[in-house]
C-alpha cells in the first residue's frame, strides 16, 4: 500500500513556496523599509511640550468644564424650582443668573491664582528665574 501521509502527496492546493534564500532577503528589504519609514517619521515629530505648558492648558480645560457645569446645573435647579412651586419663568431666570455669576466668579479666582504664581515664578525686576541659568 502506498503511503497516504500529509507530507508524501505533493501540495497542489496553495502557492509554492519561496526558497529560504528569497525570504530572508525580503525580511531584509522590509527590515530597511521599516528602518526609513521609522527614521522620516522620527524627523516629523514635535518634541515634547513643556510641562508648564500642559499645566496651563489643563487649567484652561478645567476653567471651561467649571464654568460650563455651573450654568447646567443651576439652569437643573431653576426648571426644577418653577415646576415644583409653579414659578415658570422666574427661577428658571434667577438660577440661570446665579449660574453665570458663579462661572464668572470661578473665572476671576482661577485667573488671579495663575497671576500668583506667574508672578512668584518670576524673579524681582519681573526677570524670570530661568533666564539667568
Not at 9 to 22: F, K, L, Q
Not at 97 to 122: C, F, K, N, P, Y
Amino acid at each position: 500500500m502506498a503511503d497516504d501521509t500529509p507530507a508524501s502527496r505533493p501540495d497542489s492546493s496553495g502557492p509554492s513556496r519561496p526558497p529560504v534564500d528569497d525570504s530572508h532577503a525580503d525580511l531584509a528589504r522590509l527590515d530597511q523599509k521599516l528602518a526609513d519609514v521609522q527614521g522620516r517619521r522620527g524627523a516629523d515629530q514635535r518634541p515634547e511640550a513643556d510641562p508648564r505648558q500642559m499645566q496651563q492648558v489643563g487649567k484652561a480645560w478645567s476653567l471651561a468644564i467649571e464654568m460650563v457645569a455651573a450654568v447646567v446645573v443651576s439652569l437643573f435647579i431653576g426648571w426644577w424650582v418653577d415646576r415644583w412651586f409653579g414659578t415658570a419663568p422666574w427661577g428658571l431666570l434667577g438660577f440661570i443668573l446665579l449660574g453665570v455669576a458663579a462661572a464668572l466668579w470661578s473665572a476671576i479666582r482661577t485667573a488671579l491664582v495663575m497671576q500668583r504664581s506667574q508672578e512668584a515664578a518670576s524673579g524681582p525686576g519681573g526677570a524670570s528665574k530661568t533666564e539667568g541659568k
